[in-house]
C-alpha cells in the first residue's frame, strides 16, 4: 500500500511565478491536510480538505494561496506570484476520518519550495 | 487555544546515553499525543502515540506517557543509537478540530 505521495520533491520558482504542488493520499483516504515547515520551525497547519470541498483553511495565508482536492485527481495547493518568504517544505497529510482523536496523520515526503 | 511547547534543541549525545525531550501542550477536553520523527531530506514518521491519560506509547526503545496532571509527554530513551539522530517532533490533536498542532521540533545528534 503505497503511502502519501507528493510532488515534485523540489520545486524551484522566480519570485512572481507560480508553484503548484501535488498530493496523493494514501489509498482508502479521503482527508488531505498541507501543513507549510519554515526554516528551523515547527509544521504549521495551512488546510484540511475532503474531497470536493474545504473543511478549514483557518491556516491559508489570505492572498496568494488556494487549494483544492477534485473528485478526481490529487489535491493541489497553488501559490500564486511567488515571494521568498514562500520558500519553505511544504507537507501533505492524510488520515482516513478526519484527524481528530486518535486518528493519526500519515505524512508525504514534502516538496521544498525555493523561490529565487 | 491548542498548543504545544517542545524542548529546545540541538541536543548531542554520545551513543547509548539516556534521552530525555521534554513537551508540554494547552489543550480543551482529551486531546491524543503524538511523537513524530523527521530524519533528514525526509517526511514525518509516527513514531508513537497516546489517546488517553496514563496510556504509554512506545516503539523503537522510545517511550512516553500521557501525564494529564502535568500536561506533558515527555519523550525517553534509555540508550540511543547514531541511527536515531533526527528532528523530533511533539504534536497533539485535539477532539474538537481537525488539525495537529506540532511543537518546534528538537534536533538529536548522537556520536559515535
Known amino acids: 500500500n503505497a503511502g502519501v505521495m507528493q510532488n515534485p520533491r523540489h520545486l524551484v520558482r522566480r519570485r512572481g511565478q507560480e508553484a503548484r504542488l501535488r498530493c496523493s493520499p494514501m489509498?482508502?483516504?479521503?482527508?488531505v491536510y498541507w501543513y507549510r515547515q519554515l526554516p528551523e520551525e515547527g509544521l504549521k497547519f495551512m488546510v484540511y480538505l475532503q474531497k470536493e470541498n474545504i473543511i478549514d483553511e483557518s491556516g491559508m495565508p489570505k492572498e496568494r494561496f488556494s487549494a483544492e482536492f477534485p473528485k478526481e485527481g490529487p489535491s493541489i495547493l497553488r501559490i500564486q506570484q511567488v515571494v521568498r518568504g514562500d520558500s519553505a517544505a511544504y507537507f501533505c497529510?492524510?488520515?482516513?476520518?478526519?484527524?481528530?482523536?486518535?486518528?493519526?496523520?500519515?505524512f508525504g515526503p514534502g516538496t521544498r519550495l525555493t523561490v529565487t | 487555544g491548542d498548543s504545544v511547547t517542545q524542548m529546545e534543541g540541538p541536543v548531542t549525545l554520545s551513543e547509548e546515553a539516556f534521552l530525555t525531550i521534554n513537551c508540554t501542550y494547552t489543550a480543551t477536553g482529551y486531546p491524543s499525543l503524538f511523537w513524530y520523527v523527521q530524519y533528514p531530506g525526509e517526511g514525518l514518521q509516527l513514531l508513537l502515540k497516546?489517546?488517553?491519560?496514563?496510556d504509554k506509547g512506545s516503539n523503537k526503545g522510545f517511550e512516553a506517557t500521557y501525564r494529564k496532571e502535568t500536561t506533558s509527554f515527555h519523550l525517553e530513551k534509555g540508550s540511543v543509537q547514531v541511527s536515531d539522530s533526527a528532528v523530533y517532533f511533539c504534536?497533539?490533536?485535539?477532539?474538537?478540530?481537525?488539525?495537529?498542532?506540532f511543537g518546534t521540533g528538537t534536533s538529536l545528534t548522537v556520536i559515535p
Open positions: 504534536a497533539l490533536s485535539g477532539n474538537t478540530g481537525n488539525q495537529f498542532y
Open positions: 497529510a492524510s488520515s482516513p476520518l478526519p484527524g481528530t482523536g486518535s486518528y493519526e496523520q500519515y
Open positions: 489509498k482508502g483516504h479521503s482527508h
Open positions: 497516546a489517546t488517553k491519560a496514563d
